[in-house]
């Protein structure tokens, strides 16, 4: 069994590379994946392989960030799509097996900062 | 010097005590706080402090799940605050000394999900 650095991480390389069955590997069968932001949740591994498949493709996924210790694991990637560049921070739980259980993803957009804080912050 | 689970937890804890100088002996002079959503940045412990300080108050912070190894970590948290329920992401880097030298931190907001979806996802 592999740490969960090593799991997650190739979860992101399968992703990326749209290689199904090995992101299908790292998957518990009843693999839970919210999405707090819109309250979804997909349920079973089944599912999640389709929603990644269905989803509109031309994305490519780098990862920032991979912090991992016991069964836990979170990433910070950025998800180039559509002349975007996306951020998406996901935080992983393993099953005993090692598998990726659940997975709580959110989809922070960009937004202007509310007024009042320019003496305090630069903008990049 | 203390692990960085050990220093992220504190820092919340801090924080959400308004325990300024708690948090400013977590703090790294230099730290850098990243806001990526409006590219703001905000250097510096009493910039930073300040930063918390003037920030409108009423809020309340639980934290979800802390993931740390070495000298990073990584943080799910809800904020409460005039009715709602906000989540934050945050990663950290801590120095050499074990003080919280960077932190990229996410509020992502909620949104309605895009159409087409609705048979591989629940709503809750």
């Known amino acids: 069994m592999t740490s969960a650095e090593a799991t997650v991480s ?24 919210h999405l707090p932001q819109t309250r979804e949740r997909i349920v079973g591994r089944e599912s999640f392989l389709r929603f990644n498949q269905e989803y509109p ?3 490519h ?8 210790s016991g069964r836990r694991a979170a990433t910070w990637i950025t998800c180039a799509y559509r002349g975007e560049e996306l951020a998406a921070t996901s935080f992983f739980d393993l099953d005993d097996a090692g598998l990726v259980r659940e997975i709580t993803e ?8 509310p007024p009042g804080r320019e003496h305090l912050a630069d903008r990049y």
Chains 1, 2 share one sequence.
Do not use: H, I, Q
């Not at 996924?61 to 991992?68: E, I, Q, Y």
């Not at 959110?106 to 900062?113: D, G, K, N, V």
């Open 61 to 68: 996924l780098t990862v920032n960030r991979l912090v991992a």
């Open 57 to 59: 493709d031309g994305w």
């Open 106 to 113: 959110f989809w922070p957009a960009a937004y202007e900062p």
């Open 10 to 33: 190739a979860y992101w390389t399968a992703l990326e590379a749209r290689d199904w069955e090995a992101v299908a590997r790292l998957l518990a069968d009843d693999v839970v994946y």
